[in-house]
């Protein structure tokens, strides 16, 4: 059974960062691309960053280019977030996603696994 799992998530004074994992168990991401999306309330789930499975390209949505850097680790089947100069506006619960093709995408219908989320709250 394919599980992702989030963490490091939770609350934070703007301006702050914080730093979330996807730690990836049952199937191997190395050979994917895997992403990072966020749902805030009374919105749709929309798309913050991707990467592919070398590290060799990364896309980010305008609203955190600059400010967040998605990485990931292979050997230990991680993904990572890291979050800087936060806003009160990328309050949401965070989600890892991970997709079986072979390019880092920002479609949402991409990806086929998703975590169940970790909660960032940034406060002003």
């Known amino acids: 059974q394919v599980q992702l799992v989030e963490s490091g998530g939770g609350l934070v004074q703007a301006g702050g960062s914080l730093r979330l994992s996807c730690a990836a168990s049952g199937r191997s991401f190395g050979s994917n691309p895997m992403g990072w999306f966020r749902q805030a309330p009374g919105k749709e789930r929309e798309f913050v960053a991707s990467?592919?499975?070398?590290?060799?390209?990364?896309y980010y949505a305008g609203s955190v280019k600059g400010r967040f850097a998605i990485s990931r680790d292979n050997a230990k089947n991680t993904l990572y977030l890291q979050m800087n100069s936060l806003k009160p506006e990328d309050t949401a619960v965070y989600y890892c996603?991970?997709?079986?093709?072979?390019?880092?995408?920002?479609?949402?219908?991409?990806?086929?696994?998703w975590g169940q989320g970790t909660q960032v709250t940034v406060s002003s």
């Open positions: 990467i592919n499975w070398r590290s060799t390209s990364t």
């Open positions: 996603a991970g997709s079986t093709g072979a390019f880092a995408t920002r479609a949402r219908e991409s990806y086929s696994y």
